[in-house]
């Protein structure tokens, strides 16, 4: 149990990536674990490993009530009530699901990467710390073709593989 809230935690936390500050020193790639460059497939990567965690009943699908109890379980780990990360969490789940009520794994990734390519200003295939920095000053500013988050509606559903 313990695991599952870190891991969520954790997910949390890469999810939030362009909120989070440059690193001190200038260097892209020291500092902390959200400093570093990241590459498309670092994001794709972690992506999958917060839907695996999310999804726990393990059905392909996570629904806003799977996601919900996560938060409550992450909450509940620390001390109860809203402390540091959950409303970010609750932001993260408000985006991911939008409207609908669930959400699979090839939409969830699609929304990652679309924040992924959002941020890769040089479109080199990977983020530095210096280029989610310029993306949130342009979010912040509101210039057009900033980094904006992923559309709050997933996009269509994947059709299932057709039975013979």
Do not use: C, H, W, Y
Not at 58 to 70: F, K, L, N, S
Not at 84 to 89: L, N, P, Y
Not at 99 to 116: D, G, K, N
């Amino acid at each position: 149990m313990k695991k599952l809230i870190v891991m969520i935690a954790l997910g949390a936390a890469v999810a939030a990536a362009p909120a989070l500050a440059q690193a001190p020193n200038g260097n892209e790639r020291g500092g902390g674990f959200m400093q570093r460059d990241q590459t498309r497939a670092d994001a794709q990567q972690r992506a999958d490993m917060m839907f695996q965690m999310l999804d726990a009943n393990r059905d392909g699908t996570v629904t806003r009530a799977e996601a919900q109890q996560a938060l409550a379980q992450f909450e509940a780990s620390r001390g109860g009530g809203e402390g540091r990360g959950t409303g970010r969490i609750q932001r993260m789940i408000d985006m991911a699901f939008g409207t609908s009520q669930s959400i699979t794994l090839p939409q969830f990734e699609a929304q990652a990467l679309a924040r992924f390519d959002a941020m890769d200003l040089n479109r080199d295939g990977t983020v530095t710390a210096a280029e989610r920095q310029q993306a949130r000053q342009q979010r912040a500013e509101g210039q057009p073709g900033a980094a904006a988050p992923a559309t709050a509606t997933p996009p269509a559903a994947v059709p299932p593989p057709a039975r013979q």
